[in-house]
């Protein structure tokens, strides 16, 4: 019989060293990271020996076992194209059994960066508990950190497989969207924790490590301390919830790597009234509300690209996310104002940028709807609008919420009236530079902007936000005048009309003047968009 694990594992480095030779750009971006990770994890791997002694140590070791498994689980998730043998449809017309075939990928999971980036870290964990009874500790780490790394692959791999399918279709590859919210989340979070630590000292992380250590594979890790300490039945315990836990994990791989291979895939089958289920020019829901002609029509087709098209979706995920937590956690942190509220509407302005490109190459039938400066300015009015149907209550929410957190309510009306000021500038801004400066977005890879056209997106993006500034002048100097004049606190609620109306008043006027252009140099936007 051939062996299956032998010839999975050279399948998996065959794929490496020719996914290397495709590109010397490949290969580098290859060694950066690989050299970028491996540092990273020489250094943890280094911290966490210093840490050996150290009385919360234990502490820290278990809840890292169990962040890192939480990495296993999810990066399969948000990130599917990263290990091309993720896929196991891939082998679906070879005549293999599930159970070697498991075996065989776990296997192959084993080789990569990943796993050896994995592997320090545990193995600088299992060092930095096991302090006493050398000999049965740092025998219990060798076993610890290899069932450890085992439960972390095959937990990655069992999410994987049984979201396989959903991982290759659209919606699924529109899940990595969520990927720069999690991370942009957990950075905001690793910050807070780092400082609440700092102040705090390591000591509040033992109630949690106390429950996290009876948890696989953290319990793994546990096992070692509890073996370094001479408790050697709760060892035997803990590394037997580990070890069941990979049997659990390796069972449920395998039934669902069977199911996988023998069902048929109905993801692409239709609905029998999907194909005359009849729609309304702009849908049903919120399209029901929106106003009719052409306004309403542009609104309801902008409102379907931020929910379908993957990239228009990612920019405003990762806009709503970041508007959300600079101000929030800035003020959790206590170090926040409350005029970190503006931000929200300040990252939401910025999606009124390249309004053009965002269609690529689609743009051409809005093209051939213009045909004067009053066909543009709809057009740009209907798409405004729809910006504004997220961003207004957004940024009225952002701004409700950091106020409460600070308890600074009497600043709220005039942070309010700020926030639509700056929202009205971006939005004049945006709808100019769109047809002066725009540029293509491609559709496939992770680039925002065509080869060529990076100074272009620079002068849109960075120029329409100075001249967003600039216009929001008058606004900030009544501002600072009411503030700092005596009586003039009496008088910062007028900056709520104010704000609104101005910011009303700036949008009109910058869509009244970029209409003309637009109408008067679309062949010129429209070779523009469709490049790349």
């Known amino acids: 019989m051939t062996d299956v694990t032998g010839t999975v594992v050279r399948l998996k480095l065959s794929l490496l060293r020719n996914g290397l030779r495709q590109s010397g750009g490949r290969r580098a971006a290859f060694v950066a990271s690989a050299v970028v990770a491996l540092l990273f994890a020489a250094l943890q791997l280094l911290g966490l020996v210093l840490l050996r002694g150290h009385a919360h140590a234990d502490a820290v070791a278990v809840l890292g076992a169990a962040v890192l498994a939480l990495g296993w689980a999810f990066m399969p998730l948000f990130f599917p194209s990263g290990d091309e043998t993720l896929d196991p449809t891939r082998l679906v017309m070879l005549p293999l059994r599930p159970r070697p075939l498991v075996r065989a990928l776990l296997a192959a999971s084993l080789v990569g960066i990943g796993p050896l980036f994995s592997l320090l870290l545990l193995v600088g964990c299992a060092v930095a508990v096991a302090v006493a009874h050398g000999a049965a500790g740092y025998g219990v780490a060798v076993v610890a950190v290899v069932l450890a790394l085992l439960v972390c692959v095959a937990l990655a791999r069992t999410v994987a497989t049984a979201n396989v399918r959903l991982l290759s279709s659209r919606k699924g590859r529109d899940l990595a969207v969520l990927s720069g919210l999690v ?8 910050n807070f924790g780092a400082q609440s630590l700092g102040s705090a000292g390591l000591g509040q992380l033992a109630p949690v490590a106390d429950v996290v250590r009876w948890l696989p594979p953290a319990s793994a890790i546990g096992a070692v301390h509890s073996a370094s300490e001479g408790s050697f039945g709760t060892a035997v315990l803990q590394l037997g919830l580990s070890l069941a836990a990979l049997a659990l994990l390796v069972g449920a791989w395998a ?3 069977t199911r996988l291979m023998t ?19 702009q849908g049903g829901g919120l399209g029901r509300l929106l106003p009719g002609g052409r306004t309403g029509t542009v609104m309801a087709r ?3 690209y931020v929910w379908r098209d993957p990239k228009t979706k990612a920019a405003w995920v990762t806009s709503l996310a970041i508007g959300l937590i600079v101000p929030v956690f800035n003020a959790l942190q206590g170090t926040g104002s409350v005029y970190f509220a503006c931000f929200a509407a300040g990252m939401l302005g910025i999606q009124m940028y390249n309004q053009f490109g965002q269609d690529t190459s689609a743009f051409w039938m809005v093209a051939t ?16 609008l729809a910006l504004l149907v997220i961003t207004l209550p957004y940024a009225t929410l952002v701004t409700v919420l950091t106020t409460a957190l600070l308890g600074d309510w009497p600043r709220l009306p005039e942070v309010l009236g700020l926030s639509f000021a700056l ?42 936000m100075v001249s967003a500034a600039l216009l929001c002048s008058p606004v900030i100097a009544l501002t600072l005048a009411l503030n700092v004049s005596a009586g003039g606190e009496d008088w910062t609620w007028v900056l709520l009309p104010v704000g609104a109306g101005y910011g009303a008043a700036i949008t009109w006027a910058g869509l009244r003047l970029a209409a003309p252009r637009t109408a008067a140099h679309l062949p010129e936007i429209l070779l523009a968009v469709s490049r790349g």
Do not use: C
Not at 266 to 279: E, I, K, M
Not at 423 to 444: D, N, V
């Open 369 to 384: 709807t213009i045909s004067s400066p009053r066909d543009a300015y709809a057009e740009l009015r209907g798409r405004a």
């Open 302 to 304: 902008s409102l379907r």
């Open 263 to 281: 069902s048929p895939d109905g993801s692409t089958l239709q609905a029998p009234d999907a194909a005359t289920r009849s729609r309304s020019p």
């Open 423 to 464: 929202l009205g500038a971006m939005l004049a801004t945006g709808a100019w530079t769109s047809a002066r400066f725009p540029y293509s977005i491609p559709q496939e890879g992770h680039k925002n902007v065509a080869p060529g056209q990076a100074g272009l997106a620079w002068i849109a993006i960075f120029g329409g």
């Open 255 to 257: 039934r669902t790597l």
């Open 183 to 190: 991370i942009a989340v957990g950075a905001q979070l690793v």
